[in-house]
Each structure stands twice: as C-alpha cells, then as structure tokens.
C-alpha cells in the first residue's frame, strides 16, 4: 500500500482529459474518456470521480485502478463469457474491440439494500414484497442477503438518467433484447456474480451487488465496460457487516457519497471541495480493494500520466 505522503504527493498529478494525436477528439464521459478508429476502442480511465451523476473532482491512481482491476476480473470470468479487451498498452488504456452495447444495464444484487426512492430496500420497506417484479419472503431486514442473487435491469444511462424500475417482464413482452438473448444474460450474469463473491469472500470482502454492461461482437455476447470494479461494485469488509446492524464499511464509491451527502450535497448546487486528507483516504479504499481482491501489490505508474499514455499508444501501433 502507497503512504500517505505517497498519496499526498501524488494528488497534483491526478489524470484528467488526455489529447491523443491521430485519434481525435474523445467522447468525455464521467470518469473516461474515448476514442474510436477502425473498428476498436481506445478507453482511457482518468482519475475523475462522480457521484449523484455529476463529476466532483480527482483521485490520483483511480484510473489505474479501475483499469487495471477490470482487466484482472476479465480474465478470471474468460471461461465464462467473452470480453471486449483487445490489449492494454499502459495502466490506464483498454484497447477494445468495438461492440454493439445492448440497451439494457444488468444490475446483480446479492443483498436487499440502498437508500433512494426506487432502491430495493425502500420499496420492500414500504410494501412492496415484488419489487422489480421479483417476489420475497416477509422478514428481510435492511442490508440482510436475499435469498438468492437476483437481476434488477435498467435502461441504459442517457445524460445520468435511468430507469430503475424496467422489468424482466418489460424486456421480454416489449422485445427490447431477444428471449433467447435475455435468457443468455441472465444465465451468465448470475454465474459472473457469483464467482465474484466467492473470491470476494476470500479475502475477507462482500460483493454486495454489481453492474454488468453487455455487447455484440460479431453476433456474439460479450462483456464491455468494466466490471467488479470499486466504480461499478458495491463492496462490504466482512468484518464490519452484522446483520440487522449498523451500516457496513464501504470500499467502494459510497465511501465517497456519503462524504458529500455528510457536507450537505447530494447533487445540487456547487460541490464542496474535497479536502487533500480525504482524496488521499478515499484513493487508499481504492487501492487497498484492488490490493485484496487481486492480491498483489499495486505498482503505480510514474506520471505525468498523458505523455505516458501518448507515448504507449504510439508503441503499440507501431508493433
């Protein structure tokens, strides 16, 4: 684990939006920027962070992270479904073929959780023993393990704004994705997840739920994006999680959230300013996740982070 004057020092050189000379202008997303050419992908992970659908600053080695994990996750999910990575030439570059994205995001859920409106745990407190259209046992308390990981899709993101109440139902009476298909990604988002939480478990982590974005390529199903990432993942310590107790620890980007929701901000108005003891906590969470998970040091690059990365490309495309 880096120090925290490793982390302190680092703060200045956190990676923001990356000009990449042959490639154009990218598209800027919240926490990535990307460049298409020939059929592939360039996906650059900067060290932006958001939440409440709103960019709110910089992590240095964020990017890294999120990059070099969903990497790692990719291949330890290769026997179970395909991915999109082509090659990663530097820590915060995927190289990826390019893929027809689905219109749908699968949201796996292993515990009955969360605090918004349409959160599964709000609507099961109020009633509703179908949320989403999945039926549950009377009893459950807030944070408790269902009885089994379930599948809460949702629209695709367009502009921070989703559907969270779409249906398995909806998918399959409005044709939104083909039977066959769903049945597919059903089969193997479950099978994902799950193998997920078995090695979260392993080292001493709760994969409380996660978000899977699926593709094309080729006709083929295929798994883009990133995956089982802090950014992408709810994660719990196991030694913090009770039952029935107190909220769980966040190693996640709920870490984050709650600093803001605790400043009074939840999304409107000016951001406060993070203060430099709280980028450098909230980057050692992502670090240290990436650390248990994989269970390797991480090695960070040296920066500065964009001549790096122009240079990496460059190598890579004269191979």
């Known amino acids: 684990m880096l120090s925290h004057?490793?982390?302190?020092?680092?703060?200045?050189?956190?990676?923001?939006?990356?000009?990449?000379?042959?490639?154009?202008?990218?598209?800027?997303g919240k926490v990535r920027d990307t460049y298409v050419r020939d059929a592939q992908r360039l996906l650059i992970t900067t060290d932006r962070v958001s939440a409440f659908d709103r960019v709110l600053g910089l992590i240095p080695y964020k990017g890294q992270v999120l990059n070099q994990l969903s990497l790692w996750w990719f291949e330890q999910t290769r026997a179970l479904i395909r991915h999109h990575v082509i090659a990663s030439p530097d820590p915060n570059v995927t190289i990826a073929h390019e893929a027809q994205a689905l219109p749908v995001e699968v949201v796996v859920r292993g515990y009955i959780t969360g605090v918004t409106s349409t959160s599964m745990w709000t609507l099961y407190a109020g009633g509703d023993r179908a949320p989403y259209g999945i039926p549950l046992p009377d009893g459950l308390r807030k944070n408790d393990p269902l009885p089994h990981p379930v599948i809460t899709p949702t629209t695709k993101a367009t502009g921070g704004a989703h559907d969270e109440r779409l249906t398995r139902e909806q998918i399959l009476q409005e044709r939104i994705i083909a039977p066959d298909l769903w049945e597919q990604i059903e089969d193997v988002?479950?099978?994902?997840?799950?193998?997920?939480?078995?090695?979260?478990?392993?080292?001493?982590?709760?994969?409380?739920?996660?978000?899977?974005?699926?593709?094309?390529?080729?006709?083929?199903?295929?798994?883009?994006?990133?995956?089982?990432?802090?950014?992408?993942?709810?994660?719990?310590?196991?030694?913090?999680?009770?039952?029935?107790?107190?909220?769980?620890?966040?190693m996640d980007?709920?870490?984050?959230?709650?600093?803001?929701?605790?400043q009074g901000y939840r999304g409107d108005g000016i951001a406060p300013t993070m203060p430099a003891a709280f980028i450098a906590q909230v980057a050692a969470r992502y670090i240290h996740t990436y650390e248990l998970l994989t269970e390797t040091p991480f090695q960070p690059a040296d920066p500065p982070a964009a001549t790096r990365i122009a240079q990496a490309i460059f190598d890579y495309n004269q191979r």
Request: overall charge negative; proline content about 5%.
């Open 5 to 28: 004057a490793e982390l302190l020092q680092a703060i200045p050189h956190a990676l923001d939006t990356v000009t990449i000379t042959g490639w154009g202008d990218p598209i800027r």
């Open 189 to 250: 988002a479950i099978r994902v997840f799950q193998q997920g939480q078995a090695i979260a478990d392993r080292v001493g982590l709760i994969l409380v739920d996660t978000k899977y974005e699926f593709g094309l390529i080729d006709g083929q199903l295929a798994l883009i994006d990133e995956i089982h990432t802090p950014d992408s993942s709810r994660y719990w310590t196991k030694a913090s999680y009770q039952p029935g107790g107190e909220e769980p620890e966040n």
């Open 253 to 262: 980007k709920e870490y984050l959230r709650k600093w803001f929701a605790a």
